[in-house]
């Protein structure tokens, strides 16, 4: 028996599972902006809950999986979540291990999560090589590479948001990075804005009537149902982009899946068949004949299940 | 005691080695324009003189590793290597465990073993994450994640090569992939060439006294070193693209070390520094400062080393 736990940026989820991958019993709470230590104090309430709830012994959990929203620093056990104040360098892992002595703490980041939950339960069961790219406010890269998910040297690989995709260097990639500058939510949104606030040229778009620093990747992905020009300049763009970022994964990974997941891509699921098309252009021409775009299978599931997964995988 | 074949595409070199990686004998050959099964027959010819020179019986010989000028298929244990004619699917493996009926047979591509070689006896000596790109006739990447080579689906992971990292779209992407159209040594020739052959914009250059289809990326960079215009038209391009690629491979595997090999970067070595100014741009912040970049260390012998040690690791 173990315990996974999906600490998003403003909600925190957990679950006791079994072996086979069975939730025993599940267990939610809002975040509701607690910081610091008072975030880690929920983490431990919730994980208490669920001993409780399951009416199972302390001692019988074997393993604590936590993903969290950010970086999990595997040879402190510190954990940097920008969306949590006072989580720069938190010390997640020891707290845990501290209050619950018989189990083990495992904590990864989200990205790597979603896709060891994929692989586990959801859409890369069976597969040795498969990728995850998470489109949210930002992108990250899960990566199951040869049947291990992979860490890097400093924890931190899977930085897909920060490719370089196009000359020339533009000021804006030093805080956000080329790819997620065009194609993440915040980049849809900023394109948007910045055409908005530069020039006129799409006269007729509704984008217009809106403040421009209000408008919402979301706004983009309406005005672009109703044939906005705008929105159809702006994702056109965010559509090269994923095409072109996902042929490098492929020509670098040779993998079995992509998956494609996080906030964004609910929208831009009707997106799928013409990325691929992009992406067939630039791959190697092999390694994407091996390759299937799919939507993630879980959805907002991925995260609690990688984290059941990761405390599993650990005590298997 | 294993045996380490490292097969050019002109040469074939061979060495024994023993288990702390000393060479005990060593053995070459040049391949000749040998074809399908006699270039196999010269691979089996060498094992067998290395054999008799080191005075070992065959059944001392634990494991034979060979590192090939292409593709290696772990699951059929077929070889694909370019530039050997007939080895478009040929079964390398297979034939040398008839021949050698006690050692286990461990093939695998160049670029894999470039960089096994220089984490074992090389550069990345104690790394568990580095990368080798070996810019020669075409672009190559070697990957040691979380201390594993990686392999990827069907075995092509590391196509580095076809990395997309400008728009828009050129149709020569289709044959040679973006990256290498733009900074490999064919790539830069042909970069030179199609500027003599479509305008006179560099009229001071060296280059046009040339044919232009004779133009090699060893005449660029002669060029360049008589400040010629056109040859650092086409290395400073090039200089863009290394250095973004490299950005991509950082944000990425979060590697500890990228080193830089092959044929034709024995001529880019004195543009490492510019390369690593320019990745510096483009990559994730945290990553770029936990990496360094430098030259292969065993240069011609990297692969050599890492079929000796392809063979030793899996016996280990």
Known sequence: ??????LGGTKITGAVFDRKGTVLCKQS??????QGAEAGALVREIIAQLIALHGAEEEHIAAIGICV???ANSKTGKVWAPNIAGWEDYPLQQELEASFRTAQVHIASDRTCYILGEAWKGAAQDCRNALFIAVGTGIGLGILADGRVLHGHGDIVGATGWMALETPYREEYATYGCFESHASGNGIARQA??????NRLFKESVLYRTTPTSITAQDVFHAYEQNDPLAAYVLNKAITMWGMASANLVSLFNPEKILWGGGVFGHAIRFLSRIYEEAC????????KQVRFEVSQLGGDAGLYGAGRLALMNVE
Chains 1, 2 share one sequence.
């Open 1 to 6: 028996m173990v315990i996974g736990i999906d």
């Open 29 to 34: 709470a809002l975040l509701e902006r607690r």
């Open 69 to 71: 929203p950010g970086i």
């Open 193 to 198: 804005q910045r055409i908005c606030e530069e």
């Open 281 to 288: 252009r630039w791959a190697q021409p092999v390694a994407i």
